[in-house]
């Protein structure tokens, strides 16, 4: 559906992204992920051909958005980051201005705009002028835009961004829902959104992809070495057993009168491996009479992977050896 | 020309739905009111009147240094609009990756002010007509006069377009071209400054007061309109140019 190759940006002395290649087949959820600062917004401008690469090509359906501008732009579906909008228009003018320009013929305009409208819910405001809007609406108006000449490929810079959690709610909603028909490319900063609606994610630090792969891939990165304890702890030793075998106290609470305690732990550095150690807890506790009320394992919420992934400096992992995160990164 | 018509519609929309339009048509009606108002007095009270000095050769003649003032400022703020604005707001981004060549952007939103320009002009149509009530009045020399002042404008929007594309800011959009169209008609008064030669035919060729002052009286010179349509070309192209070089900022 839309393949990268070797992309460059260059400010100035400035790069921007760095030698990203990537593609996206039919029918996928892609994100972008990264921080502020990454190049989420420069790549998604490339690839909807706003701005042209310093180097490197983008192909949307077979075109080089360079080369057929046209062709390529007719499959794209694109929102900009804050979706601007002429703020003089009415909602409904808007959209029909812009399915006019993306050369929806005449006689299925209306049906085209109102469809899009329906599917962002900006139906009940289709004739408020847009800057009256409020901006989860004017958010929603960029995206009936995107969607208003029904392309293959959406490409959404931040959808979410400066909506309350309802409106978020509803835009993911939507996103999953046009996952049927579309490709859908779309870039936040937000990791639990990645984790929430897409299949696929594309991390991007400093300009260049550092991790690639499917959501649930990205997660096993990084084994998560905490674990939530609720034990009936009579005779009050199942803390200082646990420390023994390597799990450090994060919290606790004590229930004074029904001696139960809640724990959360962390593996510390020395265990290398996590299950094993867990087993050997849970057998050493019973044996000293503590009643094993629950055990649960975090899972590594993708924040995790990403701070792991991203950061600059980064200090090894004791789970994973260098030389293994590199090949991940590759 | 994809996506021209839609441009030019909600461009030429976009001017009128706005203050700007009216409170500029107002602002001159009233002065080209005043001007022919003066014009008519001056005439009623003259007691001999030349074959090619009436009323309307004054208008559009040698009373246009008021007209060419009106101008100066009326283009520049038909136009400030067209590009500043998309670059302040963003709304840039939408429209150039619609799929639409930089091309059809530039003519539609040009031919907008363009529009918005004769429209501005076409009340004072009635002037003749009020005219021809008192006296006689050349078809051929109204028509021609209407010719002039419209390849001014059409010149002067054509600059103010392109300067608009040149900065995000609607106000320097505005001082830009009026800088440069005062620098066009400074250049022009050098006709009566300089001794006939190279500097003087210089001076005479993009003069618009000799400009007007020949069409007022009916002489349509094809030199005149050369250069007033190879103005449109060159700064419509440039604007073109501009707008497609922000891919590669």
């Known amino acids: 559906m839309i393949e990268a190759l070797n992309l460059s940006k260059e400010y100035g002395a400035f790069s921007a992204v760095r030698d990203l290649s990537f593609s996206v087949s039919a029918g996928q959820v892609v994100g972008f992920l990264g921080p502020n600062g990454a190049g989420k917004t420069t790549t998604l401008r490339m690839l909807a051909g706003f701005l042209g690469p310093s180097r490197g090509t983008v192909r949307v359906l077979g075109h080089d958005v360079s080369e057929e501008p046209m062709r390529a732009r007719r499959a794209i579906g694109y929102m900009p980051e804050a979706a601007p909008l002429y703020p003089e228009m009415r909602v409904a003018e808007y959209l029909a201005f812009r399915a006019a320009l993306k050369l929806v013929p005449r006689r299925e ?140 106290t994060l919290s606790q609470v004590e229930a004074s009168h029904s001696q139960i305690l809640t724990l959360e732990t962390e593996w510390t550095p020395d265990v290398s491996d996590v299950e094993l150690q867990l087993e050997k807890a849970v057998t050493q506790l019973v044996e000293h009479q503590v009643g094993v009320r629950r055990v649960e394992t975090a899972r590594a919420k993708l924040e995790e992977v990403f701070s792991a992934l991203t950061e600059a400096q980064p200090t090894p992992l004791p789970d994973r050896p260098a030389a293994q995160r590199e090949e991940l990164r590759s | 020309m994809t996506g021209f018509w839609a441009i030019y519609r909600r461009e030429l929309w976009a001017l009128w739905v706005t203050p700007v339009a009216w409170i ?184 618009m007061l000799s400009h007007m002052e020949e069409f007022s009286k009916g002489i349509v010179d094809l030199r005149r309109i050369v250069f007033d349509l190879s103005l449109v070309i060159l700064a419509l192209f440039v604007t073109t140019e501009v707008v497609d070089s922000w891919r590669w900022s």
């Not at chain 2, 320009?117 to 006296?135: D, E, K, Q």
């Open chain 2, 24 to 207: 500029l048509l107002t602002t001159f009606l009233l002065l080209q009111g005043g001007v022919f108002y003066s014009i008519v007095l001056h005439f009623s009270g003259a007691t001999e009147l030349s074959f090619d000095n009436g009323p309307i050769e004054s208008y559009f003649g040698q009373g246009s240094i008021f007209l060419l003032m009106t101008l100066l400022l009326m283009c520049p703020a038909l136009s400030m609009r067209s590009f500043a604005e998309e670059q302040r707001s963003g709304t840039i981004e939408p429209l150039l990756t619609a799929p639409v060549r930089a091309s059809a952007i530039v003519l539609g939103k040009y031919l907008a002010t363009f529009t918005t320009y004769l429209l501005m002009w076409s009340p004072t149509l009635l002037y003749p007509v009020i005219l021809r009530g008192t006296g006689v009045v050349d078809p051929w020399v109204v028509a021609s006069s209407y010719l002039g002042l419209a390849l001014l404008g059409a010149a002067y929007l054509a600059i103010g377009t392109l300067m608009s594309a040149l900065t995000k800011s609607q106000l320097a959009a505005l001082m830009l071209s009026v800088l440069l169209q005062f620098g066009i008609f400074v250049l022009g008064v050098g006709e009566y400054i300089f001794e006939p030669g190279p500097l003087h035919a210089l001076c005479s060729h993009v003069s």
């Open chain 1, 109 to 248: 305009r209306k049906l085209a705009v109102q469809r899009a409208m329906d599917l962002s819910r900006v139906a009940d405001m289709r004739n408020t002028v847009i800057g009256h809007l409020s901006k989860g609406y004017r958010q929603r108006v960029g995206l009936a835009d995107a969607l208003v000449s029904n392309p293959p490929l959406l490409i959404l810079d931040e959808p979410t961004a400066g909506l309350d959690p309802n409106q978020i709610r509803e835009v993911r909603e939507l996103i999953h829902s046009l996952a049927r028909e579309h490709t859908v490319l779309l870039s936040t900063h937000i990791l639990s959104e990645v984790e929430a609606i897409c299949e696929r994610a594309l991390v991007l630090h400093q300009g260049q992809l550092v991790a690639e792969g499917p959501i649930g891939e990205l997660l096993r990165h990084r084994q998560s070495r905490r674990v939530y304890w609720e034990l009936r702890d009579a005779p009050g030793m199942a803390k200082s057993l646990l420390e023994s075998l390597g799990a450090k």
